[in-house]
Nanobody, 125 residues
Framework: EVQLVESGGGLVQAGGSLRLACAAPGFTFDEHSIGWFRQAPGKEREGVSCISSMDGRTYYADSVKGRFTISSDKAKNTIYLQMNSLKPEDTAVYYC??????????????????WGQGAQVTVSS
C-alpha cells in the first residue's frame, strides 16, 4: 500500500511563504504522478499542482500560477510545493496524492487516489 507523509504548513501572514513536503517511503515516484490538492471549509476539493512521473512536466491551477512551484527530489523520494505570495484565499487543508497524470491536476471524486494525511495552511490578512 502506498503511504504518503506530508509535512510543512502552518500559519503565515498574507504575502508570506510556506513549503509543503510529501514523502513516500518505499514508493517510487516514477510509477505515479504526484499532485497537490486543497480543500477549504465548505468548498470542494480542488487540484492545485501536479508533476508528471513520465517527463517531470508541471501543471498549475490558474489561481496559483506564478506563485506556487512544485518540484521533486528523487533521491529523497519527496515532492515539494513551494508557496509564495500567499493570500487568505489559499487557506485550506492541502493534500498530496499519487495518481495517473489525467487525475493529477484536476480532482475526480470517483478516482482512487493515494492520499497523504493533509496539512493545514492558514493565511491571515
Amino acid at each position: 500500500e502506498v503511504q504518503l507523509v506530508e509535512s510543512g504548513g502552518g500559519l503565515v501572514q498574507a504575502g508570506g511563504s510556506l513549503r509543503l513536503a510529501c514523502a513516500a517511503p518505499g514508493f517510487t515516484f516514477d510509477e505515479h504522478s504526484i499532485g497537490w490538492f486543497r480543500q477549504a471549509p465548505g468548498k470542494e476539493r480542488e487540484g492545485v499542482s501536479c508533476i508528471s512521473s513520465m517527463d517531470g512536466r508541471t501543471y498549475y491551477a490558474d489561481s496559483v500560477k506564478g506563485r506556487f512551484t512544485i518540484s521533486s527530489d528523487k533521491a529523497k523520494n519527496t515532492i515539494y510545493l513551494q508557496m509564495n505570495s500567499l493570500k487568505p484565499e489559499d487557506t485550506a487543508v492541502y493534500y498530496c496524492a499519487a495518481a495517473h497524470l489525467w487525475a493529477c491536476y484536476k480532482y475526480y471524486p470517483d478516482y482512487e487516489y493515494y492520499w497523504g494525511q493533509g496539512a493545514q495552511v492558514t493565511v491571515s490578512s
